[in-house]
């Protein structure tokens, strides 16, 4: 076979980048995240590619890369010739409507969730919610923004367990809990999730659908009231 790695030493980058080279796009994604998801930067400002370039010391390329990431992921909005933006807070219309639709998703897929939960994937949800516990480090923005991103995976997990794809896929492609996050930066927000993700996996571990059906209806209204004062 021939040898197609096309890499040459011209195109080596200096010395002490090389070793972050693998993952830098993905370290300094992971900071743009975390500076969106804790308000650092705020709903609606605009994002310079040039001011990021200074302010991580690195190039072009893995900003960008970032920056469509993100877009991805409807955190970041690009316009013709403007640029980049941080996503616009979400409306209270909006948050209604989100709330609205979780409601009618996410108890129901639940309830459907606990007769396909066996002990492995009783174990995968127990898992997902440990990780939000976890108390890591210091950097209490960290852990919000870290907590966000689990809380979306351990939603999905269960929406996965209810084997309806088009209901997952409608509450993906919504990018709720990264909108819902980022309406307030507070504690609160997540130690009372905690406390009510236990109930679902109670349910779920009880393998009684009316229970689970109940506790996350419970979770959802709460996360809702949690939320409602960044309007005010
Ligand atoms: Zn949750």
Redesign the pocket.
Known sequence: MQNTDVTSDKDTLPTGRISRANGLAGDVYEAIFQQLMSLKIAPGSRITVDNLVKDFNVSHTPIREALGRLEGEGLVVKTHLIGYRAAPQITRRRFDELYELRLLLEPAAAAKATAALDETGLAVLQEAAGVMARREGRDERLRYSNFARQ?AI??DRIMQFAHNDLIRETLNHQHT?FHIFRLMYHSRVTEE?LD??EA?LSAFAAGDPDAAEKAMRV??EN?RDRLLPAFE
Do not use: G, Y
């Open positions: 809380d351990f939603h809990h999730a009510e993700h679902i979770h959802i996360s």
